[in-house]
């Protein structure tokens, strides 16, 4: 149970609107005084608490088109997969998260066909965009669904899935970051590969994570002279087992001066490099290659006929 202060109290003019709004959206109960309460064991699913906010904060216009200008610019692990494709192809390829075709643009320039899953319409229909632009030939080697992967069926008979883009932080659990893992195998045809990137923290949750009070982070200026700014504050968090609960804040200042302010939520559970590759065995891959550094974690693994066949065996 998570018990704080948020300076509210009865008599305060906000409070009949805010206690409303705390309960159906964040889950918490008033106590007495200004001490507000949360179970820390609600349910939670994609980072998010289910229930708790009516917005998804990918799923909007202006959070889409600020990943896609300043966060979505890396090439490095593009590079990386076409040197580990190689010779082999076309391939079939499947890219859960894949936000606004930064990695599966690329690949079906090369000739592969590709299939992208997101949550976010608002990132699927930048991708979108971007691929309408594209040569014919090129478009109709991608088709783009709007998915929860942590909840839906993944298709099946691919050669390649990429786990990309720091995805497994998107994620609230070691549960939920495993069940990825799991869909992936039965995503591949017999011998298919997994290419995993991933951000990993060993041991307990590391102490930047564990700051207390409001951080301003940063803030962007939109293609339309929307501005949105962001920061946060740590809630809750268990060391031991790499848990962490925070507010996240979002401003956007419209062009004519209107506003808009968005609270949300997030948990994160930041992988070890250990539990990913313990997930990778678990569920039937052989790690063929590995780039384990300070922070940052790749794989590239082949999952086993017979571990492939088992995954798709009826019943």
């Given amino acids: 149970m998570i018990r704080v202060s948020k300076g509210l109290k009865p008599g305060d003019k906000r409070f009949a609107r805010e206690y409303e709004r705390l309960k159906r959206f964040w889950g918490w109960r008033y106590v007495s005084g200004a001490c507000w309460e949360m179970n820390s064991e609600s349910c939670w699913k994609g980072g998010a608490r289910v229930g708790r906010d009516p917005v998804n904060r990918y799923d909007m216009e202006c959070v889409a088109e600020i990943y896609d200008r300043w966060w979505e610019t890396d090439a490095e692990d593009v590079d990386q997969i076409r040197d580990l494709i190689g010779g082999r192809g076309p391939l079939r390829i499947l890219e859960p998260f894949c936000g606004t075709g930064r990695v599966l643009i690329p690949l079906a320039h090369d000739g592969h066909e590709l299939t992208g899953l997101d949550q976010a319409q608002a990132m699927l229909d930048r991708a979108r965009a971007k691929i309408e632009r594209l040569p014919r030939e090129v478009r109709r080697r991608i088709a783009l669904a709007q998915a929860d992967v942590t909840s839906e069926e993944w298709p099946t008979g691919f050669d390649l899935l990429i786990l990309g883009g720091n995805c497994l932080y998107e994620l609230s659990t070691p549960e939920e970051q495993e069940h990825c893992l799991a869909s992936a195998a039965r995503a591949l045809k017999p011998g298919g590969y997994v290419y995993l990137d991933n951000d990993h923290m060993e041991g307990d949750l590391d102490e930047s994570w564990r700051k207390p009070g409001r951080e301003t982070g940063d803030s962007y200026t939109c293609a339309d002279g929307t501005r949105v700014e962001f920061s ?33 939520i997030v948990q994160k559970h930041p992988v070890s490099a250990s539990e990913v590759e313990t997930w990778l065995c678990r569920h039937g891959f052989t790690i063929e290659r590995q780039w384990v550094t300070t922070g940052r974690a790749t794989y590239w693994a082949r999952l086993s006929a017979q571990t492939s066949e088992q995954h798709t065996a009826p019943g």
């Fill in 232 to 264: 946060g504050e740590t809630i809750w968090y268990d060391a031991p087992r790499r848990l962490h609960r925070s507010r996240r804040l979002m401003a956007v200042i419209r062009p004519d001066g209107s506003s808009a302010e968005h609270e949300f």
